[in-house]
T-cell receptor, first 114, second 114 residues
């Protein structure tokens, strides 16, 4: 069975500084990994996905994540935080084909300080 | 960009009443899902639906819940005899089933049982 651990429940950064949101996963198979973002009172928006192609994945809004199999990690980064990045971020894993259920981490709330 | 549409955005119901949450998936998608997020907790898988039948369900999805695709466009989640603990944000999602696609989520319906 797969699982996801998001190592920080809350991360606070200053505007213009780098963002690092950490995620470790456990999976019996070659996983598909995703990052979703949820702004207040909004739905879940896909930021980026890894599905066994390039290990460095670029997403929307300047975010990227690197799949490291040896470390079972899929950390999300952004070089320079913007106020609009403040939101809840979910690391998500799925085993097997694209129709299998997603398993969500508990989420990391990102705060951006002016 | 195609969207998954959920209605209503917020529903308040009395304990013991039945509710139907509605979703319009993306038109060329074949796989449909319901997830829920109780306040402060993880997003949890409820059920997946393909070819007019349930393909997978979690232990949360008991006899109180049912899903239906009544007219080829809508995808509904019915909760019979609602309980206080059913209060949550319910997300509908749809996908193509392709491993490299991921899902598209709707904005959610916030269900409050009083």
């Amino acid at each position: 069975a797969q699982s996801v651990t998001q190592l920080d429940s809350h991360v606070s950064v200053s505007e213009g500084t780098p963002v690092l949101l950490r995620c470790n996963y456990s999976s019996s198979y070659s996983p598909s990994l995703f990052w979703y973002v949820q702004h207040p009172n909004k739905g879940l928006q896909l930021l980026l996905k890894y599905t066994s192609a390039a290990t460095l994945v670029k997403g929307i809004n300047g975010f990227e994540a690197e799949f490291k199999k040896s470390e079972t990690s899929f950390h999300l980064t952004k070089p320079s935080a913007h106020m609009s990045d403040a939101a809840e971020y979910f690391c998500v894993v799925s085993d097997g084909a694209g129709n299998t259920p997603l398993v969500f981490g508990k989420g990391t709330r990102l705060s951006v300080i002016a | 960009e195609p969207e998954v549409t959920q209605t209503p955005s917020h529903q308040v119901t009395q304990m013991g009443q039945e509710v139907i949450l509605r979703c319009v998936p993306i038109s060329n998608h074949l796989y449909f899902y319901w997830y829920r997020q109780i306040l402060g907790q993880k997003v949890e898988f409820l059920v997946s639906f393909y070819n007019n039948e349930i393909s997978e369900k979690s232990e949360i999805f008991d006899d109180q819940f049912s899903v239906e695709r009544p007219d080829g466009s809508n995808f509904t989640l019915k909760i019979r005899s609602t309980k206080l603990e059913d209060s949550a944000m319910y997300f509908c999602a749809s996908g193509t089933g392709a491993t490299n696609y991921g899902y598209t989520f709707g904005s959610g319906t916030r269900l409050t049982v009083v």
